[in-house]
């Protein structure tokens, strides 16, 4: 598994690019006799593979795409090197989610080593834009598709990184979810000379911050709790020796598991 994955940490797939790791994927499924599919959408690519024909679908999703290295002097080692070093394995994707990718090959290989007499079927999804902006995604489409076909995934393993110390010491249930907006607050602009005058956004602003930080949104559950978690707030019209006519605040509100992992 190890030499897969550092075939894989070698090739520079940064987002929205493949740049291959898809063959080398498709030629170890092809071989456990899964049927690949290259469904590439805009400029993305996307790898579908399937194994079976009746009951239920499991489903892998993952990506082979990565974000950018940053400079590349202070990484211990070059980022695409996948240099072991002790029991640490240095690349750009290992943990997400190339490992990942690389794990559950081999672990299919290993389960069909026993013969299993399968009652439902595995799939492999892949995309090569999961890092990027959303701009060109798959999803959407593959899950249109599946609707007009009258298809849908039953149980779902999405290979994302979760593990806090050691492998497998957290596995998560879902994924948040968030709630982004803006809202303008409108004051009355003036010289800051007079500031009776004027009526500065920054102060109305000021009550509406506290206010969303202190609304409590939702209860959430076992496994997800809710809060407020950012704060972000950019001025327009910033002149000289004027004040503030009006000022934008933009929020984003997360839904979070709890930090302490899971015992599985
Ligand atoms: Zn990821």
């Not at 007499?117 to 595995?122: K, M």
Request: glycine share 8%.
């Amino acid at each position: 598994m190890i030499e897969f994955l550092q075939k894989l940490i070698k090739i520079q797939s940064l987002s929205p690019r493949d740049e291959g790791c898809f063959d080398l994927i498709e030629e170890r499924l092809v071989k456990l006799d899964f049927k690949c599919e290259r469904i590439n959408y805009a400029n993305v690519e996307n790898l579908y593979a399937a194994y079976g024909n009746k009951g239920k679908l499991f489903c892998f999703l993952g990506h082979t795409d990565v974000v950018p290295t940053g400079p590349e002097e202070k990484w211990t080692y070059p980022p695409f090197s996948a240099q072991i070093d002790g029991d640490l394995l240095y690349g750009r994707g290992t943990a997400d989610m190339k490992a990942s990718i690389a794990a559950f090959l081999e672990s299919l290989e290993e389960f069909f080593a026993t013969s299993p007499e399968l009652n439902y079927r595995i799939a492999i999804l892949l995309t090569s834009n999961e890092e990027g902006d959303a701009v060109d995604g798959f999803i959407d489409k593959l899950v249109d598709d599946m609707i007009d076909n009258d298809e849908k995934i039953d149980l779902c393993l999405v290979g994302e990184p979760t593990s806090y110390e050691k492998i497998g010491d957290s596995v998560r249930i879902g994924r948040r979810g968030s709630l982004g907006g803006s809202l303008k607050i409108i004051g009355k602009q003036g010289h800051i000379a007079y500031p009776e005058n004027v009526d500065n956004p920054i102060f109305s602003a000021s009550d509406v911050i506290v206010k969303l930080k202190n609304t409590i949104w939702d209860n959430g559950n076992a496994i997800f709790s809710l809060q407020a978690s950012k704060y972000q707030i950019f001025i327009q019209e910033l002149e000289q020796k004027m004040l503030y006519q009006e000022i934008w605040i933009c929020f984003l509100i997360l839904d979070i598991q709890p930090s302490q992992p899971k015992k599985l």
